[in-house]
């Protein structure tokens, strides 16, 4: 079985018609994505849990589990996401102090899960743990506003199968922002406290070449998971 990933860039005017478009092969898998696949099918327990780095460049203690006294599952490996600021439901906190309630909807910041993208231009290595620069969510200058990163239904023609993720991403900035970078942020749990903390890992990064989205356009960030038998 061979495994590719394409990475695929759009951009569009503020009506959608479309002015550019980009495909490229991806080798953007790092080191967190392996790391969570072990965790998970390892079956790491919060006893005895894995130390990886989080997108801040800190060591996180991460397990399998999910955590008996606010009634989850583990949250391990979610890509999907809402769009900017958005609540998710059954994550006590995400690397912020926790407030003793259980199963609570919590603002948690999405443009930190699920596609992303940076004007970092620092080549790739397999044990980067974040992009170089991530442009944020919102509207002022040096921003854009993301939108929820969707997975779309597994496909599968014999002997291909594929899976599709991608994002919007909305310049309102004022001015000019050039998209040098773009990854996969995911979210992985720490159950060996009473809260059962989250925290942001980056499991893909690619460099574009330089996308020049102008204000008031849209940039479209797909990446296609494909298998062939």
Not at 44 to 69: C, L, R, T
Not at 169 to 190: D, H
Not at 200 to 221: K, M, P, S
Request: proline residues 2%.
């Amino acid at each position: 079985m061979k495994i590719k990933t394409t990475l695929g860039l759009k951009r569009f005017d503020k009506d959608y018609r479309l002015l550019e478009e980009k495909i490229q092969p991806s080798k953007s898998w790092t080191k967190g994505m392996l790391e969570i696949l072990y965790l998970m099918h390892a079956g790491i327990a919060a006893a005895s849990p894995y130390n990886m780095k989080d997108i801040n460049n800190v060591g996180q203690d991460i397990d399998s589990e999910g955590h008996s006294y606010c009634g989850y599952s583990s949250c391990n490996l979610r890509i999907a996401s809402g769009g900017g600021k958005s609540g998710l439901h059954g994550i006590q906190d995400i690397a912020q102090g926790g407030s003793g309630d259980y199963l609570m909807r919590i603002n948690v910041n999405c443009s930190n899960i699920g596609i992303v993208i940076g004007t970092g231009v620092g080549a790739v290595t397999p044990t980067d743990y974040a992009l170089g620069t991530q442009i944020l969510n919102g509207s002022g200058v040096g921003l854009m506003e993301y939108g929820g990163t969707e997975l779309q239904r597994l496909t599968f023609a014999n002997p291909n199968g594929s899976l599709i993720i991608r994002r919007f991403f909305t310049n309102a900035s004022g001015g000019g922002i050039t998209v040098n970078e773009v990854g996969i942020y995911t979210i992985a749990n720490k159950s060996s406290n009473n809260w059962g903390y989250s925290y942001y890992f980056c499991i893909a990064r690619d460099l574009t070449g330089g996308v020049v989205v102008a204000d008031t356009e849209i940039l479209l960030a797909t990446y296609t998971v494909g298998i062939t038998v």
